[in-house]
C-alpha cells in the first residue's frame, strides 16, 4: 500500500458526460500528479500540481481540468467525455516539487465510457 | 530529448531461472532512471531508481539494474524468476522534471 488513494474505484458512464475522481496524496507529500494509463497510449502524464499550484502540463486534454485543494487532495475532472477517454487514470505523490523524487502511486481509477 | 525503449513487449521465464527486461535511453546527460512494476488491477510500485550514485542498483524483490552509459541501457535483473512476479514493468526516465514512461514489458512465469 503506497499511502496514495484514490476513489472511486471504478466508474462506468457515457458520452458527453462529465466525471470527477479524486486522489489523496501520502501524508505529507505536496505534489500531485496525474497520469492516464491506455492502451493505445500507454502511460502519459497529464499534470502536475505541487502545494496548490499547478507544476508542470503534459499531454492533457483541454477537456480536462485539475486543482489541488488546501488540504493538498485533488481531483481530477473530465468533461464532455468520448469513447476514447475511457481509461486507468493514475494519482501520484511525492514529497517535494518533483524532478528526481519518487513517486508514489495510487491504484487508481478505471473508466469506462458508453 | 530523454525518452526509453523497452525492448521486448512480452518475455516468457520458466520459474527458477533469469529473468532480463532491457530499458535503453534517450539522453544527452546522465539521466535518472526508474523501473515500475505493476500487478494485475493494482497501481505502480517503485523497484529501485539509479540518480548517478552508484551504478549497480539493488531493488526490491531481489531485482537489480545496471546503468551502463556506455551502451545507454539500464537492464532490469533477477536470479530467479517467482510466479509473483509475473507483471508489467516499466522503465521511466525524468525530462524536465516529468516522468516519461516507456511501453512496458509484460512478464509472463511459467510453472
Known amino acids: 500500500d503506497s499511502g496514495v488513494t484514490q476513489t472511486p474505484k471504478h466508474l462506468i458512464t457515457a458520452t458527453g458526460q462529465r466525471v470527477t475522481l479524486r486522489c489523496s496524496p501520502r501524508s505529507g507529500d505536496l505534489s500531485v500528479y496525474w497520469y492516464q494509463q491506455s492502451l493505445d497510449q500507454g502511460l502519459q502524464f497529464l499534470i502536475q500540481?505541487?502545494?496548490?499550484?499547478?507544476?508542470a502540463k503534459g499531454n492533457i486534454l483541454e477537456r480536462f481540468s485539475a486543482q489541488q485543494f488546501p488540504d493538498l487532495h485533488s481531483e481530477l475532472n473530465l468533461s464532455s467525455l468520448e469513447l476514447g477517454d475511457s481509461a486507468l487514470y493514475f494519482c501520484?505523490?511525492?514529497?517535494?516539487?518533483?524532478?528526481?523524487?519518487?513517486?508514489?502511486f495510487g491504484p487508481g481509477t478505471r473508466l469506462l465510457v458508453l | 530529448a530523454q525518452s526509453v525503449t523497452q525492448l521486448d513487449s512480452h518475455v516468457s521465464v520458466s520459474e527458477g531461472t533469469p529473468v532480463l527486461l532491457r530499458c535503453n535511453y534517450s539522453?544527452?546527460?546522465?539521466?535518472?532512471l526508474f523501473w515500475y512494476v505493476q500487478h494485475p488491477n493494482k497501481g505502480l510500485q517503485l523497484l529501485l531508481k539509479?540518480?548517478?550514485?552508484?551504478?549497480l542498483v539493488k531493488g526490491i524483490n531481489g531485482f537489480e539494474a545496471e546503468f551502463k552509459k556506455s551502451e545507454t541501457s539500464f537492464h532490469l535483473t533477477k536470479p530467479s524468476a517467482h510466479m509473483s512476479d509475473a507483471a508489467e514493468y516499466f522503465c521511466?526516465?525524468?525530462?524536465?522534471?516529468?516522468?516519461?514512461f516507456g511501453t512496458g514489458t509484460r512478464l509472463k512465469v511459467l510453472a
Open positions: 521511466v526516465v525524468i525530462r524536465t522534471y516529468k516522468y516519461i
Open positions: 539522453s544527452s546527460y546522465s539521466p535518472s
Open positions: 539509479y540518480t548517478s550514485a552508484a551504478t
Open positions: 501520484a505523490s511525492s514529497v517535494d516539487r518533483g524532478g528526481e523524487e519518487t513517486q508514489y
Open positions: 500540481y505541487y502545494n496548490g499550484e499547478e507544476r
